[in-house]
């Protein structure tokens, strides 16, 4: 008896490994595919965010990488500056939720001088379907009520959920994912606000979203 427990135990173990194995393949094979996608749809994200009218620059080479920061969801991200007519009116910040229900939650936020927002879109997250989702503009267009909105230190309350006293609308069932987003836009704001010249006196850095998405093209 215990010989056949000890067999029928090996093959249970063989099975995890291969599954181990066969997960980690997958995940490699996979990985730039993903990463080449998601650069794809932040390249359509900046032009719909800051429409071409509005600015003279290309937004995708006009980018610099900043430190990881708190504001920022203590990652490195990028930066595009937007810029018309010589002026300097815009900044598009990539910054991550890190406390979403399902974890990180990618997101770029559009933002002027004025520290008003121009828009925001969630370019990954792994929120519950259904619920969580709705942070998407594909699933709904809750992202689109922080469009025009302006951050000071004045209107700090005003940047939560309904169900905070904020002006922000919770999802039914799910308080958590919508939390984590406002709170990161919020924070994008007042980092575009603490760094508000500094960011257009460096150089560009890091090269073109688009030269990726190429190069993986044939991929896709």
Not at 3 to 22: H, M, S
Not at 202 to 213: K, M, R
């Amino acid at each position: 008896m215990m010989q056949y427990a000890g067999k029928n135990g090996l093959i249970l173990a063989g099975f995890a490994l291969v599954t181990t194995v066969l997960i980690a393949i997958t995940f490699y094979a996979t990985k730039d595919k993903i990463e080449a996608a998601k650069e794809k749809q932040l390249l359509s994200v900046l032009n719909e965010l800051v429409p071409e009218q509005q600015h003279d620059n290309e937004l995708h080479t006009d980018c610099i990488v900043v430190p990881a920061d708190p504001l920022l969801g203590n990652k490195t991200q990028r930066i595009f500056r937007v810029r018309q007519a010589g002026e300097n009116t815009g900044v598009i910040i990539e910054t991550t939720a890190p406390d979403g229900y399902s974890g990180n939650i990618d997101l770029v936020v559009a933002v002027d001088r004025q520290q008003t927002v121009l828009g925001a879109r969630v370019i990954a997250h792994k929120e519950t379907p259904g619920l969580g989702d709705k942070i998407d503009l594909r699933v709904s267009d809750w992202i689109l009520s922080f469009a025009g909105v302006k951050y000071s230190p004045e209107t700090e309350e005003r940047w939560q959920v309904k169900k905070d006293g904020g002006q922000f609308d919770q999802f039914t069932g799910a308080t958590i994912t919508p939390r984590a987003v406002v709170a990161a836009v919020k924070n994008a704001v007042i980092y575009a606000q603490q760094q508000n010249q500094t960011l257009f006196e460096q150089a560009s850095n890091c090269g073109a979203p688009s030269d990726f998405v190429e190069d993986n093209d044939e991929s896709l």
